[in-house]
Nanobody
């Protein structure tokens, strides 16, 4: 059973930065990407960033481009999300996920982490 464990969430002021980490128990050839999603209260879970095996392609959601950076270690055991210039609208539970398809489409997610809360408030 694949396990994903997120860490690094917390309370941060607007304009601040936060770094999330996802510890991945295994990332076999059955899977093609690891991504970050978020879900704000009363809203759908949406993709934030995705790191795909294919040419090491990285994709970001429009609302976080230029502010968030996804990275990984060589073994795909740790995937990080560096978040900068945070806004109150970034407040959400952030989830790490493994996808069966490049690009992390929501329908392809095979495993989810338990989530970590990020709150941006003064």
């Amino acid at each position: 059973q694949v396990q994903l464990v997120e860490s690094g969430g917390g309370l941060v002021q607007p304009g601040g930065s936060l770094r999330l980490s996802c510890a991945v128990s295994e990332f076999t050839s059955d899977y093609y990407a690891i991504g970050w999603f978020r879900q704000a209260p009363g809203k759908e879970r949406r993709g934030v960033a995705c790191f795909s095996r294919l040419h090491d392609t990285i994709e970001y959601g429009d609302s976080v481009k230029g502010r968030f950076t996804i990275s990984r270690d060589n073994a795909w055991k740790t995937v990080n999300l560096q978040m900068s210039s945070l806004e109150p609208e970034d407040t959400a539970v952030y989830y790490c996920a493994i996808a069966r398809v490049h690009g992390c489409p929501h329908w392809s997610i095979a495993y989810w982490g338990q989530g970590t809360q990020v709150t941006v408030s003064s």
